[in-house]
T-cell receptor, first 116, second 113 residues
Framework: AQKVTQAQTEISVVEKEDVTLDCVYE???????LFWYKQPPSGELVFLIR??????QNEISGRYSWNFQKSTSSFNFTITASQVVDSAVYFC?????????????FGAGTQVVVTP | KAGVTQTPRYLIKTRGQQVTLSCSPI?????VSWYQQTPGQGLQFLFE???????NKGNFPGRFSGRQFSNSRSEMNVSTLELGDSALYLC????????????FGPGTRLTVT
């Protein structure tokens, strides 16, 4: 069963618009970690942010912000004032602590297209 | 600090052949995980090595194997290649606990004809 769901396949925006990416996860672990990665056309996955299950404080880092809500098992990610360089596929990932050494479970990804 | 490196970057093989991919982790990282990425299945976990031991394995046939050396460099091998093995193979390194983010290499693009 899919443990990480990214329902949005593709989002197209015009530069300077905000983009919010949805992520819903499923786990029975009480301790777990959530991540967002960016994959530009070059193919390399780039780490963006990490959150643990005990810290629901939402933060802002530059143009990135995230909204973690355990009650709805959601970990949404927002890019403020998007730029063309933000065009990439964005992946949400879950790392559990039960029998999960080194195993990240990724969502299907959301393609973000930012046009000038 | 140098990032994760993978060699080769591109490979073309024929069905039935075998292939070996290499991954050098970030200095100080002892864990290496391997993933297969395809348009149909997305990113799928293959296996993870820590201090030369396989600690975890995904749902892939025995044709997929790996190993890790004492310097934390890792190799994965695919024997008897099938057309469906065509994919981007990504390796990631980390300090080795669940809480740490994984840093990915650029991947090896394998095409099986």
């Amino acid at each position: 069963a899919q443990k990480v769901t990214q329902a949005q396949t593709e989002i197209s925006v015009v530069e300077k618009e905000d983009v919010t990416l949805d992520c819903v996860y499923e786990t029975r672990d009480t301790t777990y970690y959530l991540f967002w990665y960016k994959q530009p056309p070059s193919g390399e996955l780039v780490f963006l942010i990490r959150r643990n299950s005990f810290d629901e404080q939402n933060e802002i880092s530059g143009r990135y912000s995230w909204n973690f809500q355990k009650s709805t098992s959601s970990f949404n990610f927002t890019i403020t004032a998007s730029q063309v360089v933000d065009s990439a596929v964005y992946f949400c990932a879950l790392s559990e602590t039960t029998d999960s050494w080194g195993k990240f479970q990724f969502g299907a990804g959301t393609q973000v297209v930012v046009t000038p | 600090k140098a990032g994760v490196t993978q060699t080769p970057r591109y490979l073309i093989k024929t069905r039935g052949q075998q292939v070996t991919l290499s991954c050098s982790p970030i200095s100080g990282h002892r864990s290496v995980s391997w993933y297969q990425q395809t348009p149909g299945q997305g990113l799928q976990f293959l296996f993870e090595y820590f201090s030369e031991t396989q600690r975890n394995k995904g749902n892939f046939p025995g044709r997929f194997s790996g190993r890790q050396f004492s310097n934390s460099r890792s190799e994965m091998n695919v024997s008897t290649l099938e057309l469906g093995d065509s994919a981007l193979y990504l390796c990631a390194s980390s300090f080795g606990t669940d809480s740490y983010e994984q840093y990915f290499g650029p991947g090896t693009r394998l095409t099986v004809t």
